[in-house]
């Protein structure tokens, strides 16, 4: 069975430093791994995702993580954070369910940005 | 591109009403789309899965008699709450999936925020 562990419920930085949300997964075979941003009253953005190509991966906003097969990790970092980054964010990872692969969604890491 | 929108964004009923909530794919045909279920502070719960023309797939512990899920069209599903009460409030989230799609992508309505009295 597929599960993702999102391993900081809330994670509080300064404006300007960097960034890093946790996340590590498990799979019996080889994920779709996503990153999502909610902020306050606003629908789910995808920020990036990792889908068997290049293991670092760029997304929106200045974000990336890197795919590490190894260490079943997909952290989320980003080298200086912004007072707009303040946000709730989800590590997401695919099931295996045929056509109708589900998402299985992390917890949730809540971002704090202080200025 | 890639846009589903929600309606209504939010709504405020009385215990035992019907409330129906809208999910679009405004610019690609979704074959298949999925709803969820958000609490405050919470991560997003799978409710029910819908494929076009076909009758939806329900997670473990959601009843169906009670979310109607009605996927008539390429571009339309609706999830209706039937005799709401006020522990189905919650936000209810859409996403949709395009038929093109092979890496799983969904992309997600902005979310319908519903009160029962």
């Known amino acids: 069975a597929q599960s993702v562990t999102q391993l900081d419920s809330h994670v509080s930085v300064s404006e300007g430093t960097p960034v890093l949300l946790r996340c590590n997964y498990s799979?019996?075979?080889?994920?779709?791994l996503f990153w999502y941003v909610q902020h306050p009253n606003k629908g789910l953005q995808l920020l990036l995702k990792y889908t068997s190509a290049a293991t670092l991966v760029k997304g929106i906003n200045g974000f990336e993580a890197e795919f590490k097969k190894s260490e079943t990790s997909f952290h989320l970092t980003k080298p200086s954070a912004h007072m707009s980054d303040a946000a709730e964010y989800f590590c997401?990872?695919?099931?295996?369910?045929?056509?109708?692969?589900?998402?299985?969604w992390g917890l949730g890491t809540s971002l704090a940005v202080n200025p | 591109g890639a846009v589903v929108s929600q309606h209504p964004s939010w709504v405020i009923c009385k215990s035992g009403t019907s409330v129906k909530i809208e999910c679009r794919s405004l610019?690609?045909?979704?074959?298949?789309m999925f709803w969820y279920r958000q609490f405050p502070k919470q991560s997003l719960m799978l409710m029910a899965t819908?494929?076009?023309?076909?009758?939806?797939?329900?997670e473990q512990g959601v009843e169906k008699d009670k979310f109607l899920i009605n996927h008539a069209s390429l571009t339309l599903s609706t999830l209706t709450v039937t005799s709401a009460h006020p522990e189905d409030s919650s936000f209810y989230i859409c996403?949709?999936?395009?038929?093109?799609?092979?890496?799983?992508?969904?992309?997600f309505g902005p979310g319908t925020r519903l009160t029962v009295l």
């Open positions: 799979s019996s075979y080889s994920p779709s």
């Open positions: 996403s949709a999936r395009e038929w093109e799609n092979s890496y799983n992508e969904q992309f």
């Open positions: 610019d690609f045909q979704a074959t298949t």
């Open positions: 819908s494929n076009e023309g076909s009758k939806a797939t329900y």
């Open positions: 997401v990872v695919t099931s295996n369910a045929g056509n109708n692969r589900k998402l299985i």
